[in-house]
Structure formats: C-alpha cells, structure tokens
C-alpha cells in the first residue's frame, strides 16, 4: 500500500480530517494593544499617506479642514473623539473615491499657552514682567512645539492618518504674516476701529476676552434695591424710582435709569414698616406693578398703597443716589431711557445702566446719546475700573477699592458701595443670589464687564460702501449645510445678536495688531507700501520682529515721524487666528483647495472656530471659508455627569488605548450618535468589546472558510443556489445604507447596518446553514463552491467598509487574506451589482425566516428540556395554515435551513400542544426525533446511512464527498 492509500484510510477512520473545516492564522484574541503599534510601524514604513495622495492625483478633492486643537496639553477624551471622527471623513471620503487629504494643525498662539508659562515663572519665583517680551515668546513657542510632538504620536495612537510631517501651526512664519496680511484687508476696507466699550475683562489675566473665552458657573452675588430721587416739580416730587441689581458696584458708574414702554408702572407710598428698616412711612417709590408686591416683600414692608399710574416716560432725570453722599463727582443727572431690554420677570421694573459695565446698558446709552448730548448730558462713558480690578479716579470715593484681586476672590467694593448707600440712605433692601455668572475658562476665576479702549470689527457697518459683516455672514449661513440642522439656526442667532467683534487682547504670545495710529487724531495708518513690508518682514522672520528693538522706525520706513505714530502692540484674538486658517492652509497649499468641503468640531465652536472663521473669511472674502458644518457633542461619564478629577470619573483616550485598543474607542466613536452628548465608561467600554468580539469572531470564521477557496472555482451569480442568490442581494441592500449613511457621515446607522448584517444575518443564519456544505460536501458542489464565491465577495466588502471606522483591525484582517505587502486602505470601497438586488426573493424569503424562527423556538424548548443534545437530533413536524406558504417552504430544503436532520410539512393549524411564537401566524411545530442511523462525518441522522456498500456509517452525500476526497489525496 502507498503511503497515500495510507492517508486516505487514516482520514477514513477519522473523518474530521476530510472535513473543510476553517483555517486561520488570523487570531481569536485581538491582543489590539500589541497588535496596533506594529501596524502603525508597518504604515509610517510604507509611509501610506504618501501612497494614498500618489494613488488618488487626479480625483476630485473633499477636504475636510482640521480645527486646531491647543497644543497645550495631552489630548482628553473629547479631542480624542473628535480626531476620529474626522480619520473616519477622511478614510471613507478616500475610499468613495476621493482625493480625501487630511493636514492636521495646531492654534499655537494664546493666552492657553502664555498661561502655563506664566505658572511655569511663578514657580521660580518670576513675573511675565520680569522677562523681555521677545523671550518670553520663545518660551511660549517652545511650549508649544513640544506639545504639538506629544499630542502628534497621540493622534497616530488613535490610527489617525494624515500630513504630520508638514501640519500647519499658527505660530508658522508664513502663517503669522497671513494673519497680520488678513488683518490689515479689514483695516483697509474700514472694518477696523478702535473704540471705548465694555468688555469682558479678566482681573487674573489682564486681558479683555470673547464670548468664547467665557464659560458659566453658579456665583453669588450680592442684591441691592436702590432709590434714585425723582428730580423736578410736580406729582413725583419727593418720590424714588427703585432700581434693582446684582453689581452693587457698578453703582459708581451709573449713568442712566432703563424701562420698558410694554410695562406698567405705578406710584406706591409705604405705609407701614419697622422703625429699623431702611425703607420708611411715607417713602413714595415708582415700581413696575407686576413686581411692587416683591419687592416690598424684600423690604420687609408691612403695608402700602398704590397711589397713581406712572409714566417714566414723564420722568425727565433723577438724582445719582450718591450726589449728596459727600463724596463728590456725582451731581449729575440721571436720564430715564426706554430699552428693550426691560423685563418685569424680576426685579423692579427699571434696570440700572452702567454703560460701561454691560452691553446691554452700553448700547442704550449710545442709542440716546444724540438726544443726551441736546439736553446737556455729559455722554462720555467713565472708567470707573482699572485692569486690575480697582476703583479709577472716575469712581469718587472708592478709589483703589478692589473690585476682584489677582487670585479672582472678591474684593471690598460691593460691601463699600452697599455701606455708602446705606450712609445716604439710599438702600431700600438688599439680599443674596445664587445664578450663572461668567468665569474665565482658563483660570475659572470670575471676569467683570469694564469700559476699556479696545480694537474692533464693525458687524453693522457697511464694507467698502456696500453690505455689513453681519448680512455677509448670515447669508453665508443660509448657503451652509449643517450636520445636524439644529446647528444652523444656533449658529444663525449667535450672529444676528453678536456685538462687534473684539480683537484686542493685551497680552505678548500671539500676532500683534499691526498696525500703526496718527499720535494727534488716532487715524489709523492706511499706505499700501508699509503694509506689504510688515507682511514681508513676518513671512522671513515671524511676529516677533514686530516687538524687536527699532521696530517702529523699521516698519514706518523713510516716509514718516516715529514720534507722530504709536505702534499698536495688542495681540490679536486668538480665535482671529484661527479664524484665518483657511486663508494660510486652504489657500497656500496646492493639495487642498478653498473653500473646504467640511469644517467638524465640538458645539461649543458654533461660538467658536466656526464663527470666528465665518466672519474672518466674510469680512476679507464675502463668504464662508466652508460648504458644510459637522458638530458633535461633549463626552460625559456613563451616569451623565461632566468627568472630573473630584469624582475619579475621568476615562482618557490613553487609559482606553493601553487596556482595550485604539479601535474599541473608535467602535465606542462610531456607534454612539456623535451629534448629542455621548457617555463613557467602564461598562459603556464592556458592550462595545463585545460587540467588537463578535464581529472578530465572524472575520476569522469568514478567514478560516476562505482557507477552502480558490478564485478559479467561483460560481457565477446566474448558477448559484436560491440563499447565495439571496445573501447577494442583501449585501446589495446593504451597500445602500452604507453608502448612504457614510455619504451624510451617519457613522451609527453604517455600523449598526454592517454589525446586524454580520452577526445576525450571516453568523446567526447564512453561515450556520452554510456550515454543512460548507465542510462536508464534496469538492466538486456548486452549493460548496456557490457559498465559498459568496463568502469571498462578503469579505472583500464588510472590510473594506469597516476600514475607516476600525482601521488595525481591517488592516489585520486584509494582510491574512492578501497577504504581507497588502493593505485595505489603498482599496476602494466595493462596486455591488445592482442588479443582483431582487426585492421579491428578499420578500420570500423574509416568510421562511419567520418559519425558521418559530422552528429555532421549538428546538431551544426540547434543548432546554434536555430531550434533544444537537438540533441534528430532531426531524420536527410544521404545520402550515397558508397554501401559498406551504407551496413556498415545499420548494426549499428546509431541514437545512433549521439545520435538523429532516423536516415534515403538514397542511393545518396543529394540535393544541404544538410550539407556536405569537408573532408569527399560521405556523406550529411538534418535535419529533429523527428517524435511523448518525452519520460518522455529518452527523446527521438519517435512514440513508449505510445504503452505501463502500461507507457504511456515512450518509450517501459523505460518501459522495468521501471518493472525491480519496482521488484528490491520490492525485496531490
């Protein structure tokens, strides 16, 4: 006997070596920590991003445009949602078909990054002060450069591809001279002012900051009710309008009383309090009645009457509470001026306006100033506060009173404005409140509004004698989409009630307002020459010449004094500076283009990057520097509080990578839906391992099956069985939704479609029906091979549609299919035929599942039950009411499909006893065992076995397979 002979009757004896069971290197335990380093390796060898450009020259271009992130710090876990979210753009754009190029990018410039260095001096001791400014900009910019390395190997750790050997920084030569070039278009085209005008000021860092610098937290205030004499003749004579506000220390600043025309108004005289109180018998007070009840409430007066509608429209001025205090500068009257802003929801009914303290106040001070001005009103807005939180010399009588110190703590003001009141018997009550209050967002301490010289954008202005910033924007809007849609309208109303926008920041790291103004009547400089050489100078040697000795001179030229100009050494707003980005990166780089086909960030950037580039690039542009907005929310620990150190919920990108891997964290990414907040956790981390394992699972049993295949076997479509025809058109359903859903960046729906496709639809039914033909039939079957074509063209389609989403592990995935040198990212996504989509067969087949689903019932009962081992043991009786079902099942195998040894199909409703699921009409099952022998290799039972003479424990079909198997080993 040869010693093949002696295989094959070896094999005979165990008839598991005969079987085409699945054979895979490919590992069931995905060891991601490990594993996804190497694959980074293998990419940065390759250098893939190189490859992806070279293979897509020539495509149309989708460019996703990257914000820029701090680089300040390590990333958190929302910086780390937010890269995968735009790896995931990118990957799927490529594969769409796209020359999809992502260049990553750092905000470099800042108060962020001045501020660690500033905590970096006081450790040793040292003031900003006390270091030239020059030099401390290059502290700041080495800051900031080691973070960008840092923060670099992190989003790589994420499977982040992209330009990372040539990002694009703000703090870039040439990016600084764009920024300083964008700046001075709007000084040109007289969009640039300089003005007085209250802004959010904070005392900790000494500088005035934006809406998006600010972040609210409860604060407690103090509350005060305050008299204003009514000056004049007449019927109000000896009465107070009564004002209420939580700044007892702006009172200083007072200058006007507001109220509503929408409000009524009445004239309230106490007639009875406590001899102790503040407010007294016979105090004649003007409320606004829907408060007037409250507020004596407050006062602790006992009893009063309303004596008299009021009009304050009649009211000419009243007396500052402090004008006969003794402490001089008040003697001047208080106008009454209606605003728009006056509600009676709280309060008195009038609002005390301090136009330099509050926009609101501010604005309805400028609205009358004209008419002020006529009546011999002083309209010139005090300083009542300096940068350092005290009392000017425009503020009588409290001078140097702290307002906040230097740590953010509450100073003496408050409670010396409230002892003055009380002096000049001005205070009629006073009280506590606990609201919202604005806090810096870096040093958290509490900002104030002050009246401060400021550089400014004109948004109500026309540009260049046609329309304003602000029409320009909201236009620019209208022509955006927004993902999701919500974000246009919140986007919208932030712009049509924003102010004109702050760009002056009085710090040193950053881009200077460069620009220069006439020392005699503050014009600013407008010379085509000067401004070109500035823009020169900043493209060889960076911001920094602009703060070097001889500057000014060197700037200003031959051409002009130095005396007879100031340089202005603001620093620009850092959001300016990000808002110029699509002019430095989109314009300048010839492999992107402008404007961007995407801008995505957090929510918080509608007041953020979005609108900050929205008015940089309409100001300079006349529209938006993008054609859509994608924004998502912040991540939340799993109980749906915000993560904190305090409450050691805090989960990092770093902790989830070492323990999990980068793809479990992008599987968490994918398949939460990113556009409302989303919650991490140990357990949310648990179900998104499982939900990973599973679909491993299904790749490595698709892996080990395709072990069998051979591409010059494969069946064509028109030949295949009824179920492969039927899983094809499925998949082509399925491309569908995937394509559909990746193309509106609906990450959740693509991998719930391709998750429940994989897992239910192949792992549950396809392939553990297939599983029988697949490992035993012979080597010759079409059912076999028919499966094999299937499962190929499966494959090659679910990883290359998971590739963007879980980009190690198709990677590692296509490498054991393809080989070494392959690599799914150079792939595009699959072509399915449409044609292979048939509706009818789908709809066909939906009815035997339902029939599939009671006889799975009825099994798991006899498996529970313990009368049955294997489902292979039964040969169940189906009772079927419909005659057209019945036809439909009598046309099928469906033994097979239950995967039971046999099935027997009978017209009716059944006995009462037999197995039925609610859900499903018309169907019963009664168990029943099947009928004669085990097959040794299938193991199916049937009465066939032994009806072969050569093998006699097997089933025709094995022994079919059996000879086939014999003359192959022979032949081989």
Known sequence: MSDTDTAVEEAAQDYSKTLFLPKTDFPMRAGLPKKEPEIISRWEEMDLYARQREAAKGREKFVLHDGPPYANGNIHIGTGLNKILKDVIVRSRQMMGFDSNYVPGWDCHGLPIEWKIEEQLRAKGQSKDSVDKVALRKMCRDFAEHWMAVQTDEFKRLGVVGDFKKPYTTMSFPAEAIIAGELLKFARSGQLYRGSKPVMWSVVEKTALAEAEVEYHDYESDTVWVKFPVLGEGPLAGASVVIWTTTPWTMPGNRAIAYSARIAYGLYEVTEAPEENWAKKGDRLVLADNLAADTFERARVSGYERVADVDPATIAACAHPFRDAGLGGYAFDVPLLEGEH????????????????????????????????????????????????????????????????????????????????????????????????????????????????????????????????????????????????????????????RPDWVLSRQRAWGVPIAVFVNARTGELLADEEV??????????????????????????????????????DDILDVWFDSGCTHAFVLKEREDLKWPADLYLEGSDQH?????????????????????????????????????????????????????????ILRLWVVSSDYSEDLRIGPEILKTNADSYRKLRNTIRWMLGTLAHFRPEESVAFEDMPELERLILSELARLEQTVSRAFEVYDFKRAFFAIFNFMTIDLSSEYFDIRKDALYCDPISSNRRRAALTVI?????????????????????????????????????????????????????????????????????????????????????????????????????????????????????????????????????????????????????????????????????????????????????
């Open 342 to 497: 006056v509600l009676d929801d709280a309060g008195t009914g009038f609002v005390h306006t301090a136009p330099g303290h509050g926009r609101e106040d501010f604005e309805a001070w400028m609205e009358n100033a004209h008419d002020l001005r006529g009546r011999g009103i002083d309209t010139t807005i005090p300083y009542t506060v300096d940068a350092d939180g005290a009392f000017t010399a425009d503020a009588p009588g409290f001078e140097g009173v702290r307002v906040i110190d230097d740590k953010g703590r509450k100073g003496d003001a408050n409670k010396l404005v409230i002892e003055a009141l009380v002096a000049a018997g001005r205070l009629l009550a006073r009280g506590r409140l606990k609201h919202q209050y604005p806090h810096s967002w870096r040093s958290k301490k509490p900002v104030i509004f002050r009246n401060t010289p400021q550089w400014f954008v004109y948004m109500d202005e026309p540009i260049e004698g046609t329309d304003t910033l602000r029409d320009r924007a909201v236009r620019a809007i209208e022509a955006t989409r927004f993902y999701p849609a919500a974000g246009k309208n919140r986007l919208r109303g932030m712009i049509e009630h």
């Open 531 to 568: 401004d070109a050489r500035i823009v020169e100078v900043f493209q060889k040697e960076g911001a920094d010449a602009w703060f070097a000795e001889g500057a000014k001179e060197r700037f200003l030229g031959e051409g002009y004094n130095p005396d007879e100009w100031e340089k202005v």
């Open 792 to 972: 190929d063209l499966l494959f090659d389609a679910l990883v290359k549609w998971l590739a963007p989403m879980l980009p190690f592990t198709a990677e590692e995935s296509w490498m054991s299919r393809h080989g070494e040198d392959a690599c799914v990212h150079m792939e595009l996504f699959p072509r399915i035929p449409a044609d292979w989509r048939d509706e009818a067969l789908e709809a066909r087949w939906e009815k035997i599942w339902s029939v599939r689903r009671v006889l799975t019932g009825a099994l798991e009962v006899e498996r529970r039950e313990k009368r049955i081992g294997s489902s292979l043991e039964a040969a169940p009786l189906v009772y079927v009411e419909d005659d057209g079902l019945l036809r439909i099942l009598g046309e099928i195998d469906l033994a097979e499909i239950a995967i039971t040894s046999a099935v027997e199909l009978r017209k009716g409703e059944g006995p009462h006893q037999a197995f039925r699921l609610a859900e499903v009409d018309g169907i019963a099952v009664m168990p029943a065992m099947a009928q004669g022998k085990k097959c040794a290799r299938s193991w199916k039972i049937s009465p066939e076995v032994g009806s072969d003479p050569d093998y006699p424990d097997l089933t025709p079909r094995d022994a079919a397979a059996m000879r086939e198997f014999k003359r192959a080993a022979r032949v081989g």
């Open 607 to 663: 007041r953020g990057w979005f609108h900050s580039s929205l008015l940089e690039s309409c100001g300079t542009n006349g529209r938006a520097p993008y054609d859509a907005v994608l924004t998502h929310g912040f991540v939340m620990a799993e109980d749906g509080r915000k993560m904190s150190k305090s409450l050691g919920n805090q989960v990092t990108p770093q902790q989830v990578i070492e323990q999990s891997g980068a793809d």
